[in-house]
């Protein structure tokens, strides 16, 4: 029996340049993040008319903002990443902030303090604590960059990285939405109690659930993931459509410098036991060959400018190809084991049956050959 599964590559290829090619302004449909915070001087009192301007370390995209008579100050839409903070004040030493991040979809916020001094002068922190989300009451866990890029995945499924996120479980291999199909992975997760098809899958602010089942209807190629969230509950009133979790996806962005990969996953029998059915002789001691196994998952990942600090591209392609033979063992009618009796047919006889008791005895195994392909 051979089953044959492909993709159309280019169709792949094209969807993931169209979720991955970026450009300086953030666009509405984004999963973006706040930044806000607090100047004060060194009594406590807030600095009001404090110039704060934050740049991407990436792709050197460039904000800016003023404090209010409050010493507040508000980032409303920055995407996720590491950003360098400075903020000036004259009579102040100016304050630099080098490497800050910022996760996906959260509302972070820091309060700084200012030191008396000249603006020529210069404070720089190299280090800060993690952003704190206090405007908020959302529960959830965020599964960085370097966590879905160098984690091992069997599969290379980012939904699989969900049982990272604090109440989530193992999902059962025959639930509504979660037995692997088609070498796609599991298609929901089971987190805080929920059910699968509870869970809204959205990737740049874009909903990807299928409208009858409530599943996810394109998983993205781990290369193209920069990071999710999971938010279990108490999420914004942005976020409808379920009352489930909200997992949150953004993709990677070029940047003004050209990085990219290569890749290739392979198992092949070289590498690979026989599995318990595919046995090395059969009754009369005979060998028997190992069942063939070949699979290649590959692909490659591209980004860079376009125009420096402007406009960026992030192309992806990835493809899986799979030969194997499946080992199915069965039983046979035979007329030497009585233990399994077949009726007596009733009328005359025909060619290939039998009036005589017949059992049943145990044969080699079928094969059954199995190629699937997909991008």
Not at 21 to 44: H, K
Request: some cysteine; aromatic content about 8%.
């Amino acid at each position: 029996m051979r089953i044959v599964l492909r993709a159309r590559p280019l169709f792949a290829l094209a969807l993931i340049l169209g979720v991955s090619f970026g450009i300086a302004q953030p666009a509405a449909a984004q999963s973006t993040s706040s930044f806000q915070g607090t100047i004060l001087d060194p009594q406590g009192a807030p600095v009001a008319g404090t110039r704060i301007t934050i740049v991407s370390t990436g792709n050197g995209i460039e904000s800016k903002a003023t404090t209010d008579v409050n010493g507040d100050f508000l980032f409303p839409t920055l995407t996720a990443g590491k950003y360098k903070v400075t903020i000036e004040k004259t009579g102040f030493k100016t304050l630099v902030v080098s490497a800050f991040t910022i996760d996906v979809d959260t509302r972070a916020s820091q309060v700084y303090t200012l030191s008396v001094g000249g603006v020529t002068e210069t404070v720089e922190i190299t280090e800060t604590a993690p952003a704190i989300d206090s405007s908020t009451m959302t529960v959830g866990a965020v599964i960085d960059q370097k966590t879905v890029q160098e984690i091992p995945l069997n599969g290379r499924h980012f939904v699989d990285l969900g049982l990272l996120v604090p109440g989530t479980v193992t999902p059962p291999a025959n639930g509504f939405l979660t037995a692997p199909l088609r070498g796609q992975g599991s298609f929901g997760l089971n987190t805080a109690g929920n059910r699968e098809d509870t869970v809204n899958f959205m990737i740049n602010g874009i909903n990807l659930n299928d409208p009858a089942q409530n599943q996810i209807t394109f998983q993205p190629s781990i290369n193209t993931v920069s990071e999710f969230k999971a938010s279990n509950s108490t999420f914004s009133a942005e976020y409808g459509h379920t009352s489930g979790t909200i997992a949150n996806i953004a993709t990677r962005s070029g940047s003004n410098e050209i990085h990219g990969e290569l890749f290739d996953y392979l198992r092949n029998n070289a590498l690979d036991a026989r599995n318990f059915f595919n046995v090395a002789h059969d009754t009369a001691g005979n060998s028997l060959p190992q069942s063939p196994l070949k699979r290649n998952n590959f692909g490659a990942a591209l980004g860079g400018p376009i125009k420096r600090d402007k406009a960026f591209f992030f192309a992806s392609y990835e493809r899986l190809d799979v030969t194997d033979f499946a080992e199915v063992n069965a039983l046979v009618p035979v007329a030497t084991n009585p233990s399994f009796l077949l009726p007596k047919p009733s009328g005359p006889s025909s060619p290939g049956s039998s009036s005589s008791s017949a059992g049943c005895r145990r044969r080699a195994p079928i094969r059954c050959r199995k190629t699937s392909s997909s991008a």
